[in-house]
C-alpha cells in the first residue's frame, strides 16, 4: 500500500534520514544533524513543498519543491529539487507516483509546470524524466556561481 502526504515538522526525524541518504547519494558528506537543521529552517518558513512517500508502512521517498517563476508564462513554476527513494523500495513505481503528485501540485497552485535538473550520470533519472513528460532543455546553459568559503 503506497500513501503520500505532504512533509510537516512531524515528520523531520523520517524525512532527515531520507534527504541525509539522498546527500550521500549525491556523494555528499553524511550529516543528518545538519540536514534536520536545514529541512526544519525551510518547512518552518515555509519556502519548500515536500511530499513524502509511505510503502509498508514504511517512509520510503520523498519529492521536493521549491517555487520559482516563469518569465515567459508569468506564473509559478516549481523547481523539483530532491527526487529520492531508497534503494529497497525502488522498482516499484514510487518515483512515477511522486512526480504525479508533484504536478497535481501544479494543478493545485495554478503554476505553469515543473523545472528539474539531474546529473549527466544520472542514468535511471535520465531514464525516467522522459517517460514522465518531461522535455530535455537543449537550448539553454546553466550556470553556477558559488561564494568562496
Not at 512533509?7 to 534520514?17: D, G, S
Not at 540536514?35 to 513543498?49: C, P
Not at 517555487?67 to 531508497?86: C, E, I, M, T
Request: charge should be neutral.
Amino acid at each position: 500500500m503506497k500513501h503520500i502526504e505532504k512533509a510537516t515538522l512531524a515528520h523531520l526525524n523520517e524525512f532527515a534520514e531520507l534527504f541525509n541518504n539522498y546527500r550521500i547519494f549525491y556523494r555528499q558528506p553524511s550529516d543528518l544533524e545538519r540536514g534536520k537543521a536545514f529541512l526544519k529552517d525551510r518547512i518552518t518558513n515555509k519556502e519548500t513543498v515536500t511530499f513524502l512517500i509511505q510503502a509498508d508502512n514504511k517512509f520510503a521517498g520523498f519529492a521536493q519543491l521549491y517555487p520559482l517563476y516563469h518569465y515567459g508564462k508569468l506564473q509559478r513554476q516549481w523547481l523539483l529539487s530532491d527526487l529520492f527513494v531508497s534503494p529497497n523500495f525502488r522498482g516499484r513505481g514510487l518515483s512515477i507516483d511522486l512526480i504525479d503528485r508533484c504536478k497535481q501540485y501544479c494543478d493545485e497552485t495554478n503554476a505553469c509546470g515543473l523545472l528539474l535538473e539531474t546529473e549527466k550520470t544520472n542514468i535511471i533519472g535520465n531514464q525516467l524524466y522522459p517517460k514522465c513528460g518531461f522535455e530535455l532543455d537543449e537550448a539553454h546553459h546553466y550556470y553556477n556561481w558559488w561564494k568562496a568559503d
